[in-house]
């Protein structure tokens, strides 16, 4: 069984589009996250939800809404896509909110723009 | 700001060889440190994390590392390296006092192995 899913695995998209994605983990953790993976593998925060409500919302563009229905998902929208917004994004999740847990991550989504 | 280095971008070593991966951290005080490693095409994974106590961490797949305080470093360490050690290997902290608890990743180390 895989912990943290993320679905779709591939998203190819023209540029004003909108698209979402999906996680979901099932390790009953109240933690989750997404992170974007740029071109050279550097990767950041952009979003933290702790018990479905957000903690961490890094300086992203406000084309990109997260929601969280409840504490095994966490999904991702953006809005309007650009070419920039190319990259994998990774779900992740942790027992709890806290800096020592240990976090598990999804297998990603390779977003593609043109 | 919290940040971490990882100097190596690609390191190229041999089937059986020795490896260490380098990474240093600047820090107020000392985070919470941990090596993840992603395959390709895969999330990534963790391997080890340094809270407190043994300097010296053992992880999943016989990696270690070794925190040294005085040179504000975390490097990984496999004494024997395998063709399925081929990686990217990515080091992070997080932040011991109470505050954003995020991780900082460092940018990583692409290992590759030769036969």
């Known amino acids: 069984d895989t912990a943290v899913s993320q679905t779709p695995k591939y998203l190819v998209t023209q540029m004003g589009n909108d698209k979402s994605i999906k996680c979901e983990q099932n390790l009953g953790h109240d933690t989750m996250y997404w992170y974007k993976q740029d071109s050279k593998k550097f990767l950041k925060i952009m979003f933290s939800y702790n018990n479905k409500e957000l903690i961490i919302n890094e300086t992203v563009p406000n084309r990109f809404s997260p929601k969280s229905p409840d504490k095994a998902h966490l999904n991702l929208h953006i809005n309007s896509l650009e070419l920039g917004d190319s990259a994998v994004y990774f779900c992740a999740s942790s027992q709890a909110w806290a800096a020592e847990e240990t976090q598990y991550f999804g297998p990603g989504t390779r977003l593609l723009v043109l | 700001a919290q940040s971490v280095t990882q100097p190596d971008i690609h390191i190229t070593v041999s089937e059986g060889a020795s490896l260490e991966l380098r990474c240093n951290y600047s820090?107020?005080?000392?985070?919470?440190l941990f090596w993840y490693v992603q395959s390709p095409g895969q999330g990534l994974q963790l391997l080890l994390k340094y809270f407190s106590g043994d300097t010296l961490v053992q992880g999943i797949k016989g990696f270690e590392a070794e925190f040294k305080r005085s040179q504000s470093s975390f490097n990984l360490r496999k004494p024997s390296v395998h063709w399925s050690d081929a990686a990217e290997y990515f080091c992070a902290v997080g932040p011991r006092q109470g505050g954003s608890e995020k991780l900082v990743f460092g940018k990583g180390t692409k290992l590759t192995v030769n036969p």
């Open positions: 820090y107020g005080a000392t985070p919470y």
